[in-house]
């Protein structure tokens, strides 16, 4: 049952950690897929400036109520925070009979910092797989990399086409790695993007009721295999990420973490 803030919980965000997005299935309603697909069509999305507050602008459009939703409030507020800055939005479209693929990449990474944006991806139509649907590599966003520095890569073990129904939302960490699928069918495709800046310390911002669920490490250690032997590096990145969301700094999965603080630095007591 989800609370009437529709805040995440701390299994949910295990897997944001884990995974690198969190994936919504037909949330938002027909006649709201309906109007915001007729305003991408028409070109009517407002572009304010980077940095503007969320909450003053798209104040009466579909794509504004898209984005007011309670339930897209909640994984907004969990992630984020209550006050975000907009960054950009696209209208990504992939035109009829496309046949060619993006080149792998991930949007605008300039660091390596632990605060982290979120990209919403919104699917106001059907998108089966003939059409694409945008294709994602579930564990890969702590793997920092310019651009399409990975565009020589072409298919990757795990990796998920976001083959959804109408009005399905995905939220992903700004690290993801994705690029658009061909579109094999007689209809141009529609995907909405919109990345979000935190404005305060995404710090234990969800509903953190089952933060002790033993069930929370499992996710954590999840092998996504595609990184073959290095699993054990993104456990590491996931427990730091883990402590970031938490503040818990003595957390760890099993004792990845703990063994490489192990930097004693007493003298040896010599024997009197
Ligand atoms: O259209 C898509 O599915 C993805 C497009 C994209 O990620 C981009 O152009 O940055
Ligand atoms: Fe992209």
């Known amino acids: 049952m989800p609370e009437p803030d529709h805040l995440l919980d701390s299994l949910q965000m295990a897997r944001f950690a884990a995974d690198g997005f969190l994936r919504f299935d037909e949330l938002v309603p027909r006649e709201l897929n309906e109007a915001a697909y007729e305003q991408m069509v028409a070109n009517e999305v407002e572009r304010p400036p980077a940095g503007t507050p969320l909450s003053s602008m798209w104040t009466d459009t579909p794509l504004g109520e898209v984005f007011r939703l309670p339930a897209i409030q909640g994984i907004k507020n969990s992630l984020v925070g ?3 800055l907009y960054d950009h939005h696209a209208v990504h479209t992939v035109g009829a009979n496309h046949l060619q693929g993006q080149a792998w990449h991930a949007d605008a990474i300039i660091d390596i910092r632990q605060h982290f944006d979120i990209q919403f991806f919104y699917f106001s139509h059907e998108t089966p797989r003939e059409m694409g649907g945008t294709m994602i590599l579930p564990g890969s966003h ?3 990399i310019s651009e399409s520095d990975i565009g020589r890569y072409q298919n990757f073990r795990g990796q998920l086409p976001m083959v959804c129904k109408a009005g399905t939302v995905m939220v992903a960490h700004h690290g993801i790695w994705h690029c658009a699928q061909p579109n094999r069918t007689d209809q141009r495709r529609y995907m909405f993007k919109l990345r979000l800046n935190p404005t305060a310390r995404q710090l234990r911002l969800w509903n953190t009721e089952d933060l002790g669920d033993p069930k929370i490490s499992g996710i954590l250690g999840t092998n996504h295999e595609w990184y073959g ?11 730091k990420f883990w402590r970031f969301l938490t503040g818990d700094e003595d957390f760890d999965v099993g004792y990845w973490l703990s063994r490489l603080e192990n930097e004693p630095d007493t003298p040896q007591q010599q024997a009197a």
Do not use: Q
């Open 82 to 84: 209550t006050d975000p």
């Open 142 to 144: 702590f793997r920092r």
């Open 229 to 239: 032997n290095e699993s054990r590096l993104e456990v590491v990145n996931r427990i």
